[in-house]
């Protein structure tokens, strides 16, 4: 069994935070794969079904932010999956708008709902990192990931989780390498690889 894990806060009032793209992108996930439906479970919400034939769990953790590695370590534990079977789809302030990365292992980037999964589970899962720019001060961080996306913005998160949705079989079925180049040319063909487009064709 595979378990994607998208990070965000729960709740209507964090619902269109930046910090809840990686929700987002799950649930496209969960919509285009028809996975579901959706029960408490883990300390979160879960959705069971298969991409490409293959058993996965979606896991939206209702921890918030910071505690995500106990939901996700709890899921672990129930169906005794494999770290290298795990993708987290989380923001990534140091990727700009619209851009992903997907790496395994690594570093925590200061993003806490990561470091709560490493301490819980271990560091080598899949991070699939969903840019969402910096807001180019420091200070500013954390009032800029707990605020909502502009309405100019949306043409490119949904875009993204399309993306995610389309190619989530090659995460998978042992290709994971060739999903980062996947997503890059469906968001070129989208029109979103020039950063100043981003906001335009939004």
Known sequence: MFLFAGLGNPGPKYAGNRHNIGFMALDAICRRHRLGPPRRRFQGIAAEGEIEGRKVLALFPE?????????????????KIPLENVFVLHDELDLAPAKLRLKKGGGNAGHNGLRSITAQCGNEYWRIRLGIGHPG??????????SDFAKAEKGWVDALGDACADNAGLLVSGK???????????MEAQGFADPKMVGEKA
């Open 176 to 186: 994971a390498d060739a999903f980062q180049n996947r997503v890059h040319v469906f």
């Open 137 to 146: 001060d420091k200070a500013r961080v954390h009032s800029y990931v707990l």
């Open 63 to 79: 921890t918030f932010m910071n505690e995500s590695g106990r939901a996700v370590a709890e899921a672990m534990r129930f169906y």
